[in-house]
């Protein structure tokens, strides 16, 4: 399988997929797939422009939009996760992934998905310590505050994701995993970027919970974004043969290099379809328990919880939750508009922001058997509800903590660009094999235009509270 990767997309779909028919023409070879990395962008409108915490001179509309109204159609399928500069309220109607274009799938706050053989999976989001614990509390229009903090990772789908067992080929995020560079050139980073140079000497520079999940999988290749700067390393497990491939990519600009093309063997007897990854799916499911829509923390379960502290599906939980799908993984083509698209004609036609559900998160949530947060929230702000019913599960509270700011990393404004120009001759420098072919691009322009905080004892919520929180959610509507 030909897969491409996209380090931050930052709304310039119109220049990758462009990039990308250039790498086939060249090549001969035809491109199976798509992944990004983050700050992908998915702005419909000027309302959703608003939604992303960026100064105002970065708020331009870019492309995505044309893909989203259907004036364009993604040339190759596209699959990304969220970083810290997106449409957050656009993305917060899909908690557990969807379409948000034809063609183009948002893997949610956290997921895995297949293609063919290829297991893929993925956590939205950067870390900050302090909002590491909260439940997913934030609701359009967003604050000075919760703008930012809507798009910190959530230690939930940490917890999820480490109960996934067997091989994952691909990992991706938006933060490098925490401690990564030691395992590439890292006196070349510092010489190409000296300000990193006191992060990684106080191991600060990335994201703890990532390298957890890196050290906890070892998947075959881990692809990253953010710190804008490309960038390669060998991280080996101890006593063992396995090696995963970590690799970040630039941001879509001009000489940068922000795109990589993969080789990665596969099944041609499968169909490259996307599906729902079982194991993933029963997770979702039986952790639904631990879903917290309040600013409150929330531990999650360890060996001195009471009752079940692992969640890694045995063969019959896995086949109920099989024969919840009709035994058909497949994900559906269910895309549908939830807001108006940029018209250039009439560029504030759709300026105000409102907190929608999404169809698809509901037909997902209802299928399955779990929560829609967007769902939990709205009855927690008393808002209406049309047309939905409540999958009758759950929500746990706690106490509150005080939040501080974060600092973020912004993206120049980037310029036109005419064409693919050249494919460079270093993907990996020395450090990775063969097995990933080497056609890192950049462009040209052209001149017209982890501590988590707390020291109380963590204790998994038991059914019996479970039941009280829900109801204490649901109740207002009975």
Not at 435 to 442: C, P, Q
Request: net charge negative; glycine share 4%; aromatic share 10%.
């Amino acid at each position: 399988m030909r897969i491409a990767i996209e380090g931050c997309a930052h709304g310039e779909l119109d220049i990758i997929y462009d990039s990308i028919r250039e790498v086939e023409k060249n090549t001969g070879q035809k491109v199976d797939l798509l992944l990004c990395c983050g700050d992908f962008q998915s702005t419909r409108n000027v309302g959703d422009l608003n939604c992303m915490a960026v100064p105002d001179k970065y708020k331009q509309i870019r492309t995505f939009h044309k893909y989203y109204s259907g004036e364009k159609s993604a040339p190759v399928l596209t699959i990304f996760i969220g970083g810290n500069h997106e449409a957050s309220n656009y993305l917060q109607e899909l908690p557990y992934g969807g379409w948000v274009a034809p063609n183009i799938y948002y893997m949610g706050y956290a997921s895995v998905v297949t293609i063919g053989d290829i297991r893929i999976a993925g956590i939205s989001g950067i870390y900050k310590e302090q909002d590491l614990q909260y439940g997913h509390f934030e609701t359009p229009p967003y604050d000075r505050s919760t703008i930012r903090s809507v798009y910190h990772t959530r230690n939930i789908e940490v917890f999820r994701l480490k109960q996934l067992s067997g091989k994952i080929d691909i990992f991706l995020s938006h933060d490098w995993p925490c401690g990564v560079t030691k395992y590439g050139n890292e006196e070349d980073l510092i010489r190409r970027k000296p300000y990193f140079e006191k992060d990684i000497q106080t191991n600060s520079l990335g994201s703890p919970p990532c390298m957890e999940l890196l050290r906890h999988h070892y998947p075959s290749y881990w692809f990253s974004a953010h710190l804008h700067c490309k960038y390669a390393a060998l991280v080996p497990k101890e006593e063992s043969d396995t090696v995963t491939k970590f690799l970040a990519l630039d941001k879509c600009l001009p000489e940068r290099k922000f795109l990589q093309i993969l080789d990665i063997p596969h099944n041609h007897n499968q169909s490259l379809s996307l599906s729902y990854d079982l194991e993933w799916l029963t997770i979702l499911f039986l952790t639904n328990h631990l879903l917290n829509v309040q600013k409150s923390r929330q531990h999650m379960p360890t060996s001195d919880a009471i009752g079940r502290w692992k969640y890694t599906p045995t063969e019959s939980e896995k086949k109920s939750v099989l024969e919840k799908f009709n035994n058909n993984l497949k994900i559906p083509l269910n895309f549908k508009q939830t807001a108006q698209s940029f018209d250039s004609k009439d560029p504030l036609n759709s300026r105000n922001v409102t907190f929608q559900i999404n169809y698809q998160t509901t037909d997902f949530c209802q299928k399955l058997g779990i929560d829609d947060p967007s769902f939990l929230l709205k009855i927690l702000r008393n808002e209406k509800i049309e047309d939905i019913s409540p999958s009758k599960r759950k929500e746990p509270e706690d106490e509150e903590i005080e939040e501080d700011e974060d600092e973020e990393m912004l993206s120049e404004p980037s310029s036109t660009i005419s064409s693919f120009q050249h494919i460079s001759s270093s993907f990996c420098d020395s450090t990775c094999d063969d097995s990933m072919t080497d056609t890192s691009t950049s462009i040209s322009t052209s001149p017209t235009t982890p501590s988590t905080g707390t020291s109380d004892k963590p204790v998994e919520p038991t059914m019996k509270k479970f039941r009280r929180r829900n109801f204490s959610i649901y109740e207002s509507i009975m």
